[in-house]
């Protein structure tokens, strides 16, 4: 069914960068489109990114032009390279199937001071 690990988080002032890694194990990695998503304290989990299994990337407004995703079929892994992150991009970050999706990880905490 697909276990997901995420990785990558820290704490970064505005204007800085961050690259996010999931590792899938299990389930059928190369034929499913990924996503990226994360929760912000008191809100409920929102969509950030996705990737079809041919590398077609598709983003939320609010990170259009600053965030790319990517993926690495050979390593089950998929990516999120966040360039100037902002204080509102502060939140746990998951990644999952975004079709039929599995449970969810424990994902990685991005925290962006002022």
């Known amino acids: 069914q697909g276990q997901f690990v995420e990785s990558g988080g820290g704490l970064v002032q505005a204007g800085g960068s961050l690259r996010l890694s999931c590792v899938v194990f299990g389930g059928t990695f190369s034929f499913r489109t990924m996503g990226w998503y994360r929760q912000a304290p008191g809100n409920q989990r929102e969509f950030v990114a996705q990737i079809t299994a041919s590398g077609k990337p598709d983003y939320t407004d609010s990170v259009k032009g600053r965030f790319t995703i990517s993926r690495d079929s050979a390593k089950n892994t998929v990516y999120l390279q966040m360039n100037s992150l902002k204080p509102e991009d502060t939140a746990v970050y998951y990644c999952?199937?975004?079709?039929?999706?599995?449970?969810w990880g424990q994902g990685t905490q991005v925290t962006v001071s002022p």
């Open positions: 999952n199937r975004v079709n039929a999706p599995g449970a």
